[in-house]
């Protein structure tokens, strides 16, 4: 079974928590175990899990991204976001995470980012329900 979600960003780059949609789409299947598989379909925007207790973490990730791959480089793509699809190879578009009993397996401070990278933008979310 595959589900589109819709994604909306708000700003140029952010990492938005999906956790609780992604769940409530697990929930509305009745799905209980196997594998769920998130995949982003664009050049420009990724998937994440990371700590989401504190969100200063994300704005650390953010920070980070921007120190390593400045929006400006003098970059050859003439778009303007060359840096957007840099760091979306680097995070990557798609997890993987096991479903058990009909939730998420994630550790205690985890949670599911959807990173944004060349917002804002209404993006797609595919959620994959393998078991």
């Known amino acids: ?6 994604v909306k960003s708000s700003a140029r780059t952010e990492m938005i928590d999906i956790t609780g ?3 409530g789409e697990i929930d509305g299947a009745g799905f209980k175990d196997g594998l769920c598989v998130l995949y982003a379909p ?11 207790a504190d969100p200063a973490v994300q704005s650390d990730i953010l920070k980070e991204l921007d120190k ?9 793509h003439a778009e303007g976001n060359s840096a957007a699809h840099i760091k979306t190879s680097l995070i990557g578009p798609e997890q993987l995470i096991i479903v058990e009993d009909g939730k998420l397996v994630l550790g205690t401070w985890q949670r599911v980012f959807f990173c944004e990278f060349d917002g804002p933008r209404n993006r797609m979310l ?3 329900l393998i078991g």
């Open 42 to 52: 664009h050049t420009t925007a990724a998937v994440t899990v990371n700590e989401g």
């Open 21 to 23: 949609r992604i769940q």
């Open 126 to 128: 595919y959620i994959k």
């Open 68 to 76: 390593i791959i400045p929006l400006q480089d003098g970059y050859r």
């Open 1 to 6: 079974m595959m589900i589109a979600v819709n």
